[in-house]
């Protein structure tokens, strides 16, 4: 009996060893991190990159979106036929993405392409009291000058409902255009403050008459968060 648990004894210990030395032994051709648990081996792995290409205004990455606030007011102009000048104060929502990677590497133009859309609303306060609401895509280039100063260009157009009305407009319906000009100033890697000059028109292209159209330049600022 004690013959027989002594061989017992000895196969176990034999097993255990066998299985131990196979754990041990590495393929070759076999990473370490491949013999880890698949929590592990992902915990190893580089974070996700950031928005920025490198540093903080040195162009964006390709992933990069934003979120933002704005909110504005300007003079009207009586140009292009206005008979009156419609000074309009605005606020809006947007949501962007950049348009691909960084573009004109080398050059003093270095910077990002970036599509955005913008919900806005607002109104008329002179020389009367008059709503406005619209939704316009923009395309904007941000350049890449390795500061936190980020300026841009843009330009949007879409469509606003109004009741501005006559002798400047005919209709509800009416159509938007809005270049501008800007700069985003980041206080915080992924969080800026802007301001921008931009130029908005109003008109229908001759789906309602009088077609004179409305124009005015609007002083905004802004709160945007990119991730």
């Known amino acids: 009996m004690r013959s027989t648990a002594s061989l017992a004894l000895v196969g176990i210990i034999g097993v255990v060893l066998s299985a131990a030395d196979s754990d041990a032994a590495v393929a070759p051709g076999v990473s370490a991190s491949q013999k880890l648990p ?31 606030v704005t909110a504005g007011a300007g003079p009207g102009m009586t140009v292009f036929g206005t008979k009156h000048a419609h000074d309009i104060a605005l606020g809006g929502v947007s949501y962007g993405k950049m348009w691909g990677d960084v573009k004109g590497e080398g050059h003093w133009w270095r910077g990002n392409w970036e599509w955005h859309a913008e919900l806005f609303a607002g109104s008329e306060f002179n020389p009367r009291t008059e709503y406005l609401v619209g939704l316009a895509p923009h395309i904007r280039y941000n350049f890449a000058t390795g500061t936190r100063w980020v300026p841009f260009l843009d330009a949007g157009g879409g469509v606003t409902a109004t009741d501005i009305g006559k002798p400047e407009l005919g209709g509800a319906f009416q159509f938007n255009l809005q270049p501008g000009l ?13 301001a921008e000059c931009r130029w908005l028109h109003l008109s229908s292209a001759r789906i309602s008459t009088p077609n004179l159209g409305v124009n005015t330049c609007l002083f905004i600022v802004g709160l945007n968060w990119f991730f």
């Open 182 to 194: 800007g700069v985003n100033y980041f206080v915080k890697p992924n969080l800026a403050l802007s």
């Open 38 to 68: 698949p929590k592990t081996v992902a915990s190893l792995q580089a974070p996700k990159p950031g928005i920025w290409k490198d540093a903080v205004g040195a162009g964006f990455q390709s992933s990069a979106r934003h979120v933002g």
